[in-house]
């Protein structure tokens, strides 16, 4: 017996955390967008968190603007749709509240230069403050779907990173020693990096390294609870429960990307479970050759522009199908849906449950059950 079922419906009603990854320009918000769509048209409750500072969400989604927590975006769907835009700063806040000891210990971190620097313009904050937002929506009970929209970097994997970039430092023998209260062990550090220190404080400023010392004795205590949620993070990122969505364009710039994007993610042993490539030309039943011909018996006529109008979009189209198979070639169980280039951007929510709906029905997989 042979059933149809579209992989990426499969995705969007299984799945409990979708990803979407690629390079800019390629309308990668725009899926992420109508990836949630789809899953509240499913019935389910999807929110939509953007990593990326740009307004191209909110202006997708035609509303004014998003915040740190979800926004409900009304529509006609029988799920629930939300959707928001990562403030690092404030889910820094919100997890330094949480793994806080004391009230004391809470207003000297969040009070303390150093902790203001990092927490708002230190590169890789912005990763790690987004996997702890997905995995806070994932785990509050609100959600059965959370989709990202990652920035538009060719680092594919400085999300999945950043976890571990902070595993790593609250791990470090230097950490360790410089939020002991032991004395010897200070004066140790001291005869050990006094130099290094005396150097960083002649080019950062003496107050600015006295800061960064005192917020690591100050965050003394709370190392294990970031520990714990960035490994449950990073396991909840490479579990079966998400997925990888790699978006693209079929020009030749972003297919190189996207072949590098998939490069690197299969050198982390991380499977992508769709390729969605954008802004695809329609594909024609002529045939270059039937083109050619057509072209050729209308060379004189009135008729001639419009006949190598075709000529060229069956060339093109060609192209596309061309580079979209070598692309598949670095996916061969990806499962592969091709948008078609339409008319107007789509940036209100109509179009969004349109492309809802290209997204889960145009690339159905054949499976036989024996």
């Known amino acids: 017996m042979t059933t149809t ?26 899926i992420a967008a109508s990836t949630a769509i789809a899953a509240a048209k499913a ?4 929110v939509v968190i953007t990593i990326d500072p740009a307004k191209r969400l909110a202006d997708t989604l035609g509303i004014d603007q998003l915040g740190n927590t979800p926004t409900i975006i009304e529509g006609p769907w029988p799920g629930t749709l939300g959707a928001m835009m990562l403030n690092s700063k404030a889910t820094f806040d919100h997890v330094v509240e949480q793994h806080a000891t004391t009230q004391d210990q809470l ?7 150093f902790y203001i620097n990092v927490s708002s313009e230190l590169p890789g904050t912005q990763d790690y403050m987004a996997t702890e937002k997905l995995y806070q929506l994932h785990t509050c009970g609100q959600w059965d779907l959370v989709v990202v929209d990652t920035p538009p970097t060719r ?13 790593r430092l ?6 360790k020693m410089l939020v002991s209260p032991r004395p010897l062990v200070l004066r140790t550090v001291s005869r050990a990096a006094g130099l290094v220190v005396r150097r960083l404080s002649r080019v950062v400023g003496a107050e600015v390294v006295d800061d960064a010392i005192e917020f690591f004795q100050t965050f003394q205590g709370m190392e294990e609870g970031f520990k714990q949620r960035s490994a449950a993070a990073l396991t909840l990122l490479t ?43 329609a594909a024609l039943s002529a045939s270059a050759a039937d083109a050619a011909d057509i072209s050729r018996h209308l060379q004189d006529t009135p008729l001639a522009a419009a006949a190598q109008a075709l000529t060229d979009h069956v060339k093109a189209a060609a192209g596309d199908d061309n580079r979209i198979e070598q692309l598949m070639v670095y996916a061969p169980n990806a499962t592969l849906i091709k948008i078609p280039l339409m008319a107007t951007d789509v940036h209100d929510l109509t179009k969004l449950s349109h492309l809802a709906e290209l997204l889960t029905s145009n690339s159905p997989e054949e499976t ?3």
Do not use: W
């Open 239 to 281: 579990s079966e429960d998400s997925a990888f969505v790699l978006v693209a364009s079929p020009r030749s710039d972003t297919i190189a990307e996207a072949r590098y994007f998939l490069s690197r993610l299969d050198e982390a042993s991380l499977t992508v479970a769709g390729v969605v490539v954008n802004r695809v030309l």
């Open 155 to 167: 680092d594919a994997l400085a999300f999945l990173e950043a976890p571990k970039v902070l595993t």
């Open 107 to 113: 207003e000297q971190i969040l009070n303390n230069r």
């Open 43 to 46: 019935g389910r409750r999807a």
């Open 368 to 370: 036989t059950d024996t």
């Open 170 to 175: 609250l791990n470090n023998t230097i950490y």
């Open 5 to 30: 079922e579209p992989k990426y419906d499969h995705l969007v009603t299984k799945k409990q955390v979708i990803v979407t990854c690629g390079t800019g320009g390629v309308g990668k918000t725009t």
